[in-house]
């Protein structure tokens, strides 16, 4: 257990808070956490609001608004005690401290590489410079193809990348393929088929009863979608 959770664990109330992340995920999620009887304030959905911590109809738990790639941060590090995140996070960061016993089937979507349409295929390299948010995913990928990737870290606007020269070819999430279509772009393969999953802190989930039980609504709604 991390020192952060271990404090939590024993110095703070038993009030249990539920990360949830912004955007287009938080949406699908919401008919999950109504059905397991949490409902979160307006301000939550408040695009205006610059409020990060939001209660709930139960008093038991409140939910915070953080960007995807936090959640699993707050959650591995005790700050959080669940939450809802892509398994793309969790592969990238791979923390111990997690625990993802339930996929929720939302946000569906794929980490694939794209290229410029029109980029003559390769036959054999071995060594490639991509843009991405996902630098040990990314590298994981080519090296078991026993390809060195060169990995440029970005936070957004992926697809300027290539058509800026900054790397050749991008790894991000792909949805319908309208942004990369937009943009010159192809998609060239798929690397992991994405969903989103409730993930547990582990501490939290065996020491506090409460956790175990939110987990076991989850899971009986994700069976009964």
């Known amino acids: 257990m991390t020192c952060i959770a271990a404090a939590i664990m024993t110095n703070s109330p038993r009030q249990l ?9 938080l949406k699908e999620a919401l008919p ?25 109809s139960n008093p038991h738990v409140s939910v915070i608004r953080v960007r995807s790639f936090d959640v699993a941060t707050f959650v591995a590090f005790g700050a959080a005690h669940l939450g809802i995140v892509g398994n793309d996070v969790l592969a990238e960061f791979d923390y ?7 996929d929720l089937g939302i946000g569906r979507c794929r980490l694939s590489v794209a290229e410029p349409e029109g980029t003559p295929p390769i ?24 390809v060195q990737a060169e990995c440029v870290k970005l936070n957004g606007a992926m697809e300027l990348a290539p058509l800026l020269g900054l790397a050749p070819r991008i790894v991000d999430l792909v949805s319908t393929g309208r942004t990369l279509k937009e943009n010159g772009l192809v998609e060239r393969e798929a690397i ?6 409730l993930i547990v802190n582990r501490a ?12 076991e609504s989850f899971r009986a709604l994700a069976g009964a979608a």
Not at 32 to 47: Q, R, V, Y
Not at 96 to 102: A, C, K
Not at 123 to 146: F, N
Not at 204 to 215: D, S
């Open 96 to 102: 111990s401290e997690l625990y993802s016993p339930v």
């Open 204 to 215: 939290a989930f065996k020491t506090m009863p409460e956790v175990a039980r939110l987990v």
């Open 192 to 197: 992991l088929e994405v969903t989103s999953r």
């Open 32 to 56: 999950l956490l109504e059905k397991a009887g949490i409902h979160p304030e307006p301000a939550l959905f408040d695009e205006g609001s610059r409020a990060l911590r939001f209660a709930t």
């Open 123 to 146: 036959l054999s390299e071995s060594h490639v410079r991509v843009a991405t948010k996902y630098p040990h995913l990314t590298a994981r990928h080519y090296a078991a193809q026993g």
């Open 17 to 25: 808070v539920f990360a949830l992340p912004k955007g287009r995920i």
